[in-house]
């Protein structure tokens, strides 16, 4: 299976929203609902934000929140926030018969 | 809570064996409700999927990967563990574990461990 397409590097000033794609194919994140979003801090092990799509897990704060359209799914940050400066990286099903799964190449969000 | 700790060694020679030992706590490995599995990270790059194995022993691998990875696990320490043979620079990565979950996420994860391959 392929990485899933992030971009490089976003960036938005405090109190904006941003946006950040993951695309896919009809194979894996067109086909189901189970994408998931990663949060890294340098150094640190990633932390789920964002599962099947758009639940979010306890603690987790609303301003982060998830969809899919076709075979591109994304997190929408709202209100940016300096502490939200990190990596980020979406993960879907691959679509084949066991556990296969597929990341994203990870996204750098800056806040200005 | 749930917590997760890698062990094991951070330097590795080329053409050896990687082993990484991934401790749970906090909760028993041999709930029937998840799997558990290693994902890795080179340094700078993204994260790739390795395998995740169920508490019966049900093992699953990234199919670029699969020809040299071993997980398996052991109820009776909570443990769950990961063989990769035939090591080169390419597989020096931060290795981390977590629980994957039925429907494809994984949550909690483990600090991670930086495995070196290098003579």
């Known amino acids: 299976q392929s990485a899933l397409t992030q971009p490089a590097s976003v960036s938005g000033s405090p109190g904006q929203s941003i946006t950040i794609s993951c695309t896919g194919t009809?194979?894996?994140?067109?086909?189901?609902?189970?994408v998931s979003w990663y949060q890294q801090h340098p150094g640190k092990a990633p932390k789920l934000m964002i599962y099947?799509?758009?639940k979010r897990p306890s603690g987790v704060s609303n301003r982060f929140s998830g969809s899919k359209s076709g075979n591109t799914a994304s997190l929408t940050i709202s209100g940016l926030q300096a502490e939200d400066e990190a990596d980020y990286y979406c993960c879907s099903y691959a679509g084949s018969s066991t556990l296969d799964v597929v990341f994203g190449g990870g996204t750098k969000l800056t806040v200005l | 809570q749930l917590q997760l700790q890698e062990s094991g060694p951070g330097l590795v020679k080329p053409s050896e064996t990687l082993s990484l030992t991934c401790t749970v706590s906090g909760g028993s490995i041999s709930s029937s409700s998840y799997y558990w599995g290693w994902i890795r990270q080179p340094p700078g790059k993204g994260l790739e999927w390795i395998g995740s194995i169920y508490y019966s022993g049900s093992t699953y691998y990234n199919p670029s990967l699969k020809s040299r990875v071993t997980i398996s696990v052991d109820t009776s320490k909570n443990q769950f563990s990961l063989k990769l043979s035939s090591v080169t620079a390419a597989d020096t990565a931060v290795y981390y574990c977590?629980?994957?979950?039925?429907?494809?996420?994984?949550?909690?994860w483990g600090q991670g461990t930086l495995v070196t391959v290098s003579s």
């Open positions: 099947e799509g758009s």
């Open positions: 009809s194979s894996d994140v067109g086909s189901y609902n189970l």
């Open positions: 977590a629980r994957h979950q039925f429907t494809y996420y994984y949550d909690p």
